[in-house]
């Protein structure tokens, strides 16, 4: 797009609050902001003044842009967070690392509340953790149910008794569902189970004593040593609270450093005055200020995390934007602190120094990273002549034995990272027996018919889509590309033997070193659909009866399918046995266990 166009569309830009989009000339997102006012917001990056490097070169690749108004400030801090992570745009700070923790959950609005593991929160319950640094939340629960008898179970109590579970006769429930306890006594013991999970661990721990020493005593040992390691995982997890922090406050503790190119962020938990853990990010700096950049990365964080009561920080931002996103997210008030003396300060110094020494050892793997991802795409995209810069690269593998319980996966691979959440699987349909070629087919077309669909907001379109195989999968797959009229996607394939990539339009195949980032990325999305759906094939495989599986290996009759169902039971067993243990079951030889591992190992 010429400047004189850009330039008429900066004349219309609204005095409203809102999201921008940046746009680079394949029509690809490279940049998403929020504004509070877009008209003041977005001209700035065309004004003609120094810019850092990293804002510089965003502006450079500039071709277009747009813009979505919003309602307030807070819903474009809301809506930036749900651009970014739908376009991973390259000039954005990107939270690539979504894992989440473990929680207890006590189910409060039931009658007879129990308790779960879970990672996710939900307004319907209360919850406890999250739980980090090798603690193991079964663990907790375990000793919750040995010492309160709260219940694990998800059972219905009802005005009819139910007959007591093994979890009542093993001494780890009441059973109020035989009504062997009221609903008063029962409240008392959940009251109990709260305090003890909210970290008051000395009345669990002196009753677990008391009961080791009684299993000591009746030389049950085994039962002793058990209780023991509760008791010193009681202790380990008692060793980390921090007694100048008040016990009723959560409190999340964010230290920063950065070099310009590249930022790190070290969180510190503490819930309930107990320190949970820490985690570190590594991250390219993004192209906003400093204190957008902060900001985005602390809303796409809590996005998926549990806000805390009170946040310390020391970095500047807009903290009563964020406070209002938090509200509106917790339903509560959060609080942002940045402290002078203390223990927070001592808190943040410590994050802060831990931000620096993971930031100093990061920037070389960040580089590589770079290497192995980025860099790379762009490099495939030279060495094959690719019309665009492959961002979203999807790529696709069959599985099956004989025909039976085919199935197909999709893998999807943003600026040359596997991106997990995109993944999807097929079950084949409409193909009889073992045609791979057929069966590429149908996925291909199940596939791209949600192209230029509402479909194609949940499945983004391609640049490139990979196929794991040589030239005859290719040929199989592009007549399915011509008949549904798609020119805006490039194919090719990998064939795995000699690593030769083929292309469209090309006869000849295309030899890339086998030390080329370009290549083993390739190499990794190829191996990874492959993974996929080996996986889905082996679920459903495993689903089916046993002895239906033995009935296709060769050899192995009815009485050697009955002795084989004797020794191992279920499919999982029997792929994982060795040879050894195949030739130990009766009638079956060498040959015919090798045989039988051979077949599992083709799964």
């Not at 495993?542 to 599986?549: D, E, F, I, Y």
């Amino acid at each position: 797009m010429s400047e004189s166009v850009i330039r008429e569309k900066l004349k219309l830009l609204p005095d409203s609050a809102g999201v921008y989009i940046m746009l680079d000339r394949e029509q690809t997102v490279i940049y998403v902001g929020k504004a509070r006012v877009l008209k003041n917001r977005v001209r700035q990056y065309f004004h003609d003044t120094e810019k850092p490097p990293k804002v510089q070169a965003m502006v450079e690749q500039i071709d277009d842009f747009y813009y979505v108004v919003t309602p307030s400030e807070v819903d474009a801090l809301a809506l930036e967070n749900t651009f970014i992570k739908k376009y991973k745009p390259k000039y954005n700070i990107l939270l690539k690392d979504d894992k989440t923790y473990p929680y207890i959950k006590l189910w409060t609005k039931e009658e007879y509340p129990h308790i779960s593991i879970t990672r996710r929160i939900k307004k319907d319950g209360k919850y406890f953790g999250p739980f980090m640094g090798g603690v193991n939340c079964k663990d907790i629960v375990d000793v919750a149910a040995k010492v309160y008898h709260i219940r694990t179970c998800t059972v219905s109590i009802g005005e009819k008794p139910k007959k007591p579970c093994l979890n009542y006769h093993l001494g780890r429930c009441l059973a109020p569902c035989a009504h062997n306890i009221s609903k008063e006594e029962y409240a008392a013991l959940v009251e109990k189970t709260a305090a003890f999970l909210a970290g008051d661990y000395g009345e669990a721990e002196a009753i677990l004593i008391q009961k080791m020493q009684k299993f000591a005593e009746e030389e049950q040992f085994e039962l002793a040593l058990e209780l023991r390691d509760k008791i010193q995982m009681l202790k380990k997890l008692g060793q980390r609270r921090i007694t100048a922090m008040p016990k009723d406050v959560d409190v999340d503790v964010w230290g920063y450093a950065t070099n310009g190119l590249y930022s790190a962020l070290s969180l510190l938990v503490t819930r309930k005055g107990i320190m949970q853990g820490s985690l570190n990010f590594s991250e390219d700096a993004g192209a906003g200020e400093r204190g957008e950049n902060f900001l985005s990365f602390l809303t796409q964080y809590y996005a998926n995390h549990e806000l805390p009561h009170e946040i310390v920080l020391e970095e500047p931002m807009d903290d009563a934007l964020f406070l209002e996103y938090a509200k509106g997210k917790a339903g509560r008030n959060v609080e942002i602190t940045r402290p002078k003396f203390g223990i927070r300060r001592e808190l943040l110094d410590m994050g802060t120094r831990n931000a620096t020494e993971y930031l100093e050892k990061s920037i070389s793997a960040i580089a590589h990273k770079s290497d192995m991802t980025v860099q790379a795409c762009s490099r495939l995209q030279a060495l094959l002549g690719l019309k665009k810069y492959p961002k979203r690269m999807e790529c696709y593998d069959i599985s099956n034995i004989s025909g039976v319980d085919k199935v197909g996966s999709m893998v999807v691979f943003t600026d040359g990272e596997a991106d997990k959440y995109e993944y999807r699987r097929f079950r084949i349909k409409t193909v009889e027996g073992a045609d791979d070629f057929a069966s590429l087919r149908e996925v291909l077309s199940r596939r791209l018919k949600k192209l230029g669909t509402e479909e194609e907001e949940r499945f983004s379109r391609p640049q490139l889509i990979v196929i794991d195989g040589g030239k005859g999968q290719l040929s199989a797959v592009k007549g399915i590309f011509e008949e549904l009229g798609v020119e805006d996607i490039e194919l090719i394939a990998l064939a795995k033997q000699e690593e030769e990539v083929f292309v469209t339009g090309n006869p000849d195949p295309i030899r890339l070193d086998r030390r080329d980032y370009a290549l083993k990325m390739l190499q990794r999305i190829r191996d990874e659909a492959h993974r996929f759906a080996v996986t889905y094939f082996r679920s459903l495989h495993s689903k089916r009866n046993l002895a239906s599986v033995l009935e296709e290996i060769e050899g192995v009759g009815k009485q050697k399918r009955a002795a084989l169902l004797q020794k191992f039971g279920t499919i999982d067993k029997l792929m994982h046995a060795s040879e050894e243990e195949l030739c130990a079951v009766e009638g079956i030889g060498k040959e015919l266990a090798s045989r039988i591992k051979t077949y599992f190992e083709t799964l």
